[in-house]
């Protein structure tokens, strides 16, 4: 009875944890081009340098070092938000969200190796690695449903409206 209670808790909570996980996947080579074009290279390798003379824990430092100073322009997102400067707001957010989670995937690339070496460390990776594919798992039948709404599979009302749709977007096309 709880468990059917909290499912569309957990879906959801699946569903952000999966769009974490597809940012992270996306801007790591979004990422990858920014420093193709700008010297950044030449950075990530003195820093890959840098982090291989230190010990693991120190390693952790470099890895949350960089994520502090983007706070900030997380609370003035936030600030705008509450002074209902709407789409300000909105895209301060995001802009941060992606900035946060690229900068992040960067630095993580560089010490993965060294905080992969403390064994808390490791347990943690393994955990979300296993979190995302139990997540992947309980969305994956949502995105089925999703995709057959779309296109217009099944017998819901969803799925006749969209039929509707596109025979009237034919017909438009037909038309012209």
Do not use: C
Not at 114 to 140: C, H, P, S, T
Request: charged content about 25%; glycine content about 4%.
């Amino acid at each position: 009875m709880i468990r059917r209670l909290l499912q569309p808790f957990w879906v959801l909570l699946a569903i952000v944890f999966l769009i974490e996980a597809w940012l992270w996947d996306h801007l790591e080579p979004v990422v990858a081009r920014v420093v193709a074009l700008i010297p950044l290279r030449a950075f990530k390798q003195w820093l890959a340098d840098r982090v291989d003379t230190l010990t693991p824990a120190m390693t952790l430092i470099v890895f949350f070092v960089p994520i502090i100073p983007l706070f900030p322009l997380k609370l003035v997102g936030l600030w705008l938000l509450t002074h209902e400067y709407w789409l300000s707001a909105v895209v301060t957010i995001i802009f941060a969200k992606f900035l946060s989670v690229g900068v992040t995937a960067f630095i993580f690339d560089v010490t993965r190796s060294k905080l992969l070496q403390m064994g808390w460390f490791r347990k943690l990776y393994d955990i979300v690695n296993d979190l995302r594919r139990r997540a992947g798992a309980l969305v994956e039948p949502v995105k089925l449903r999703v995709r057959e709404i779309l296109r217009g599979n099944g017998d819901g009302w969803a799925s006749r409206m969209l039929r509707l749709i596109q025979r009237f977007r034919k017909r438009v096309r037909e038309a012209r």
